[in-house]
């Protein structure tokens, strides 16, 4: 599988399309092993500094941890609910059908013909 250059990684990784010889490796960055790592490691680092001038402010660091928290768990909880939204649109961006997304949990049909199985009486 062909990986892009330096420079085509850093323009990917701030919304860049990269060319079409690299579709397999955009698939595979989109949803393959640890794709969601990834993301949120693509998506959370940039904002660790930013939220380090916090520190800046007078006062106890607890009360600048507190603030930075303020901000980073919204963030992470956001980033994660729109995971599977952010992957279509940037499969999209690249020419790849999005419904090569996983969308169910791979136990998720099992679990559910437990279910069925145990509760279809009620």
Known sequence: MKTPTLRQRLRYDVGGVLPTDLQDWVLHELTGRRSTARYLARFLLPLVPLLMLFLLFPGPNWIAGLMMLLIFIPVVYF???????YRAFRLGQHGIDPASIPRTMPNAERDRETYEANYRHL
């Open 79 to 85: 980033a994660s609910g729109l995971h599977l939204v």
